[in-house]
């Protein structure tokens, strides 16, 4: 068997890095930061506790390296966000959509987020990180509620935020409780 490549090599590390995300995903939403521990996060990985201390030099880095790349991911996500913009109740239904669809996939990132939000300690240190995505995506409705002459724009998008965000911690309690094309509904014809 022949040696790997450079490039054959940096395609494993990478899939091993992409693996213990996924690993650190699962464990730190499953028992949050305080009950997960590298060695559970190395097992669910299939690695050794070493081999994972050669990619992440802490559970906090690792934790650290995880949102930034959920966030990273979410941000890949806008795109179905048009180019100028929400401007017509069809887009804004369309965006809205595909949204919650977003959530619905993404539900072990969302039930992290949550759990490091709860986290004073934690989640100061990705204030920054997280002020600067929610006022993109903020502004991004605002933008929308100003257009369609709404007296306060910028607490329109907070309300529907914080509406989202509601909804986001229903779907990681209790999905099975939650009419879901129902709530949509109503938001649409609330904010639309």
Do not use: C
């Amino acid at each position: 068997m022949a040696p790997r490549t450079k490039q054959q090599l940096k395609e494993l590390k990478e899939s091993r890095r992409e693996s213990i995300l996924s690993a650190a995903l699962k464990v730190f939403s499953a028992n949050g930061y305080d009950g997960a521990t590298i060695s559970h996060i190395a097992k669910e990985a299939g690695i050794s506790k070493g081999l994972l201390y050669t990619y992440f030099e802490s559970k906090e880095d690792l934790l650290d390296e995880l949102l930034n790349y959920g966030l990273n991911r979410m941000g890949e996500y806008l795109t179905f966000i048009p180019e100028k913009g929400i401007t017509t109740k069809k887009e804004f239904n369309n965006v809205l959509r595909d949204t919650i669809g977003l959530y619905a996939k993404q539900q072990e990132f969302w039930r992290l987020y949550m759990i490091v939000i709860l986290q004073k300690e934690i989640s100061k240190k990705f204030e920054q990180t997280m002020q600067g995505f929610m006022q993109e995506y903020l502004g991004i409705f605002a933008t929308y509620f100003q257009k369609k002459g709404v007296a306060n724009p910028i607490a329109e998008a907070i309300l529907l935020g914080s509406i989202l965000d509601g909804m986001m911690m229903g779907l990681s309690i209790a999905p099975e409780m939650y009419p879901m094309d129902d709530i949509i509904n109503l938001i649409e014809k609330k904010f639309g």
